[in-house]
């Protein structure tokens, strides 16, 4: 009897010193379980006498009894003191202001493209919007790419089932808007553009594009030079050269391609312009004819411009960025950069 007392005491003392869940189990097994001294003592009776194996054992019963009593009082114990811990450790104030260490800010392409419409507002343009899946005739036909052109190769868009495509060019929108509105009038078309380009440090399958069409009586192209050249300057913040070369596009005749002085070298060579002083900005061109005629307008009486650029190689040539792809890949710390 005086050992099953001190069983007891033994356990309840080491009970005491346990502040954790293991720490708890292994106490069970250990004064509890099968091996445990208090099994010994039960298991040591059958040598007793039938009078004090029945007074052990209810003694027994009531120590094992206890010890499982008590067991639970300090796992529920643990248990709530484990919930306070994690309470107090997350605890916040959710009255207290916002912090403004981490206000989010506008992707750089948004930025640009709202300067440029600003920049272009201001000279009377209309900022004009169409939808990213086209059809046939505005993506393509209407601007003079005919159905065996090469510029329609399977290889550079993406057809959709029902014959409709993502557009490839912010052109489509040009049509839309000149067989809606009679000239004079002049309107940008930024926005999202899809091919299905083999995708690289220099090309990726969605980007951005900003087109601008300006129709009206008597524009030339040193109208158009003049009106491209402004809003580079401002785009920029300072004064730009800029160059035209002779480039094919079918919607417009004459075509050109605009490059712009290198403005990392100013023009003495470095590895953004390839070593050549001159990077390449835009296509441009006077509307063709036939897409004018393709719209209702009578090229004898109207002509204009037209230009499109792509917006990703414009912020990429401010911010000498060396690949395309980072503007969708979503990761933060590149847009964090450019804030
Ligand atoms: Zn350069």
Redesign the pocket.
């Known amino acids: 009897m005086n050992e099953l007392k001190s069983i007891e005491s033994q356990a309840l003392q080491a009970l005491e010193s346990v502040t954790s869940i293991p720490e708890l189990d292994q106490w069970k097994s250990t004064h509890l379980g099968k091996k445990s001294s208090l099994m010994g003592v039960l298991k040591g009776m059958k040598d007793a006498t039938p009078e004090m194996r029945k007074e052990m054992g209810a003694e027994a019963n009531r120590i094992k009894k206890g010890l499982g009593a008590s067991w639970e009082k300090r796992r529920q114990e643990i248990s709530e003191a484990e919930v306070n811990a994690r309470l107090e450790k997350e605890w916040l104030d959710i009255t207290l202001p916002l912090s403004h260490d981490e206000q989010g800010h506008l992707h750089p392409i948004t930025r640009y493209s709202r300067k440029i419409e600003d920049i272009f507002t201001k000279m009377g343009f209309k900022v004009l919007e169409g939808p990213l899946v086209e059809d046939d005739w505005h993506n393509f036909e209407a601007l003079n790419i005919p159905p065996e052109h090469p510029a329609r190769d399977m290889q550079d868009t993406f057809f959709m089932t029902n014959g409709s495509l993502l557009r490839t060019h912010t052109s489509s929108v040009q049509i839309r808007t000149m067989e809606k509105i009679q000239p004079p009038f002049r309107g940008i078309a930024p926005g999202r553009v899809f091919r299905n380009e083999e995708v690289d440090a220099c090309h990726d399958n969605t980007f951005y594009q900003v087109e601008g069409i300006l129709i009206d009586k008597d524009i030339s192209v040193a109208n158009m030079k003049y009106f491209l050249r402004t809003m580079l300057r401002e785009i920029f913040e300072k004064d730009v050269e800029v160059r035209l070369r002779h480039g094919y596009f079918p919607f417009v005749e004459p075509g050109f391609e605009l490059d712009l002085r290198?403005l990392?070298?100013e023009?003495?060579?470095?590895p953004?312009?390839k070593h050549v002083?001159w990077?390449e900005l835009m296509g441009c061109g006077m509307v063709h004819p036939k897409v004018l005629e393709a719209c209702n307008i009578d090229p004898e009486v109207w002509g204009g411009f037209a230009f499109g650029m792509g917006l990703n190689r414009l912020v990429m040539n401010h911010y000498d960025i060396d690949n395309i792809r980072h503007f969708v890949s979503g990761d933060l710390r590149f847009v964090q950069q450019l804030n």
């Open positions: 290198c990392l070298c023009g003495k060579g470095c953004a312009c002083g990077s």
